[in-house]
């Protein structure tokens, strides 16, 4: 019995958000980005504020940071993964040595994490607490970020 | 999630997004997207495999070479969930008193504690701990019995959030039962609903609930909705 199957085709026939005059921005080289993780798997340390069902908030993730807590509500994704290795959902650990390696400038020192599972029109997160995020990473001085989903 | 790519660029960062699912990828046109068609809830696709995850970002970050966009890609390789339940041997719990349930969930307690001293932290705790685990099997065992909700005593109260803790409890456990590399996508959950008594108690609980007509978001989310 498939799980993934009816959630794909659940997922496809959702309304989606339209973005008319989408930026487009020109990095600066990888080699000399900061790059930061932002995920919408509802990750959280342990002694932070656990996300509630329909929470538009985000927490913030330290570079640092492996107490990390998979707080979706969502039952309907394998979670084992992810209590295996953080990094499959979350992969500071593979930034921080492709920072070693040179192929990208360093690793941000603040993370950020939203939950997936959200009303179909993500009002909050499209004018409050997305922008709030992105701001926040563009005070951290962040060049590039990578979106994880779940 | 793709609806953050387009806020985020907008503030002056250019981004990459991971997507589990190509048709909303493409409806939502973020501004580079490397899609990889992997068990959801793995979009590095491989735990445990640093090479593999690796792959992903060096292909995720090539799109920033794009010139324009947006630009849409998929990861070559298409890795399925697993049909099967992983193997998981339950040490016996001799507790002739408890039913087959409370007995499993006492028997794999030294197993989660040792994952947890291992990581250092547990997704168990939305509503209840593990030591709370056993009461509220009893206590959805009553609701399989016949008894209302309102008079199991269910401890956490809120049913979904039970039984996220239960299952974590339990997959956490398996982890560590478990031998080999780590488990194919949903393999550990198939092993929790298909193989163990909580994961049958849990099912059965969210049927009677359904039967006593309870509202749909306090049972059907109690499990995953293919089941």
Not at chain 2, 182 to 201: L, P, S
Request: contains cysteine; proline residues 8%.
């Amino acid at each position: 019995m498939s799980g993934d199957a009816p959630m794909r085709s659940f997922a496809a026939n959702l309304p989606a958000p339209e973005f008319a005059d989408a930026a487009f921005v020109t990095p600066v080289p990888l080699a000399e980005a900061k790059v930061a993780i932002v995920t919408s798997a509802a990750l959280h340390r342990a002694n932070d504020e656990a996300f509630g069902q329909d929470d538009a908030s985000y927490r913030v993730i330290p570079r640092d940071a492996r107490d990390l807590v998979l707080g979706h509500w969502s039952p309907n994704f394998d979670r084992a993964g992810f209590t295996a290795d953080l990094n499959v959902v979350f992969p500071i650990d593979r930034l921080e040595e492709l920072a070693e390696r040179g192929v990208i400038g360093s690793v941000a020192d603040q993370h950020y994490s939203f939950a997936g599972n959200q009303p179909d029109d993500v009002a909050t997160i499209i004018h409050d607490s997305g922008p709030a995020a992105a701001a926040a990473l563009k005070a951290d001085g962040v060049d590039v970020v990578l979106l994880t989903p779940v | 999630m793709c609806v953050l790519a387009h806020i985020i660029e907008s503030a002056g960062i250019a981004t990459v997004a991971l997507a589990s699912m190509r048709p909303v990828a493409e409806k939502v046109a973020a501004p580079r997207v490397l899609h990889g068609e992997f068990p959801l809830g793995r979009p590095l696709g491989k735990p445990g495999d640093p090479e593999f995850q690796h792959d992903v970002l060096a292909r995720a970050f090539a799109l920033l070479d794009a010139p324009s966009g947006p630009v849409l890609e998929s990861h070559p390789e298409v890795i399925e969930e697993s049909a099967d339940a992983v193997s998981c041997q339950i040490p016996p719990a001799f507790d002739a008193d408890a039913s087959p349930a409370v007995s499993e969930a006492r028997g794999i307690r030294k197993a989660y504690d040792r994952i947890v001293a291992r990581r250092g932290v547990t997704t168990v705790g939305r509503a209840i701990d593990a030591d709370t685990v056993p009461a509220a099997l009893e206590a959805l065992e009553r609701v399989v019995g016949g008894t209302p909700l309102k008079e199991a005593n269910l401890p956490g109260k809120n049913t979904v959030a039970v039984c996220h803790d239960i299952r974590t409890y339990y997959e956490e456990a398996a982890i560590e039962l478990a031998d080999g590399p780590v488990a194919g996508g949903r393999a550990i959950e198939n092993w929790f609903f298909d193989e163990t008594e909580a994961g049958k108690v849990v099912l059965a609980a969210r049927a009677a609930l359904s039967d006593q007509g309870a509202p749909f978001p306090f049972w059907f989310y109690m499990a995953p909705g293919h089941r």
